[in-house]
């Protein structure tokens, strides 16, 4: 097995266990980290913090721009994205061109807006993110009915930069 195998099982496993234990992550409103892996010092940290805030911030830009190209260039080259009906994109080329395809055909044009995250730093150079979203319809204060998800980020520094190496998204549905 290659050492790439093995980083993206590590990363999977690692967004399947905060999968499992979601529910409880949520009482954090604020970023924070825990973890014995996490970066070296507060600044470390807090650069971290700052470029998964640029991250989704660009990612959120793309959105609303309805932008694939620019979507996916937030993903590692070799990443992987579950979106929320269950379709896997592989590859940065395929997370372009498949979101591009949603864009063109399902979603209209939206801000993403952040209810509350949770960061857990898995080791030096590996970050899991579980946000809770929704789309704000322009000009309208409020989330869009129906349109609350969480979703698990794995993120990766690779050459000294952060990206996002897996997105699992799933819809919040209330159960009857």
């Not at 996916?72 to 979106?83: E, H, L, W």
């Not at 063109?104 to 960061?119: A, F, N, Q």
Request: net charge neutral; glycine share 6%.
């Amino acid at each position: 097995m290659g050492n790439t195998w093995r980083r993206r099982l590590l990363a999977t496993l690692a967004a399947a266990t905060v999968m499992v234990g979601s529910a409880s992550l949520l009482a954090a409103a604020e970023p924070t980290t825990h973890g014995a892996g996490r970066p070296g010092g507060t600044g470390d940290r807090d650069r971290a913090l700052a470029a998964f805030e640029r991250i989704r911030e660009r990612q959120a830009d793309a959105w609303f721009r309805q932008d694939g190209d620019a979507f996916a260039a937030t993903f590692t080259a070799d990443a992987d994205v579950v979106t929320f009906n269950g379709d896997h994109l592989r590859t940065r080329e395929g997370i372009a061109t498949g979101m591009q395809y949603y864009f063109d055909s399902y979603i209209e044009p939206t801000r993403l807006h952040t209810v509350d995250e949770h960061v857990r730093f898995a080791g030096p150079n590996l970050a899991v993110i579980v946000r809770t979203s929704c789309q704000l319809v322009p000009s309208e204060p409020t989330c869009r009915q129906d349109s609350l998800s969480r979703n698990t980020n794995v993120m990766v520094k690779r050459h000294s930069r952060w990206a996002q190496e897996s997105f699992q998204n799933t819809r919040v549905v209330e159960l009857p």
